[in-house]
């Protein structure tokens, strides 16, 4: 179906996008985690870098729950379910 006959082809774009975005995320957060198992495996692990690479993951987490509630709020639908439901559905 060309562009032009679907009507939803751009939200249909943006759904694709914001769920590449979270594949990233989540990688970027699995590679962290295998890095630290690697370290740990080898006794090389220290304190400092294990918090470092878990202030990180949170922070990226906190930043895409923070777009989250603010594309909620612009969408006008504040409230706290819809923000459940739309965690939920990316």
Known sequence: ???SEN???FPDILNRASGAIIISIAAVTI???L???GLFAAS???PTLHLVSAVIKALIWLIY???I???SAASGTGSALAI???LAAT
Do not use: A
Request: glycine share 4%; no cysteine.
């Open 84 to 86: 459940i439901l739309s």
């Open 69 to 71: 509630i603010i594309g």
């Open 35 to 37: 890095i630290e198992i």
């Open 1 to 3: 179906m060309r562009p």
């Open 31 to 33: 590679l962290f985690t």
């Open 65 to 67: 729950f923070i777009i």
């Open 7 to 9: 009507k939803s082809f």
């Open 44 to 46: 090389k692990l220290k």
